[in-house]
């Protein structure tokens, strides 16, 4: 079990949560309603926030810029890597409440 399936264990039980398996689009990702919050990377852990958040995340170091292989970076996703993974579950609880706060009611 990796580091991100671990951090998927902790949200496998939790209500309107789905944990994306298997191949393809949606594989390896954690969903609210059917929108991803938080997914692996390459670099680490790919997360959904609102853009200010992401701002501070890049301007202090502790997060990378997120393009989705599109050449420029998204605004309200960034990368927390490889190695900090004590603070994934945290910025994961961060992205969940954000995505699921803009869910259709």
Request: aromatic share 8%; no cysteine; glycine share 16%.
């Amino acid at each position: 079990m990796d580091e991100f399936d671990r951090l998927a264990a902790t949200f496998d039980d939790r209500d309107g949560v789905t944990v994306g398996g298997g191949r393809g689009f949606g594989a390896g990702t954690l969903q609210v309603a059917g929108r991803i919050f938080a997914m692996r990377n390459d670099a680490g852990l790919a997360l959904k926030l609102p853009a200010g958040r992401v701002a501070e995340l890049l301007a202090s170091g502790e997060g990378l810029p997120f393009d989705a292989g599109k050449g420029r970076p998204m605004r309200e996703w960034v990368v927390v890597p490889a190695g900090a993974e004590e603070r994934w579950p945290a910025l994961a609880e961060e992205a969940l409440a954000f995505v699921g706060a803009a869910r259709p009611a």
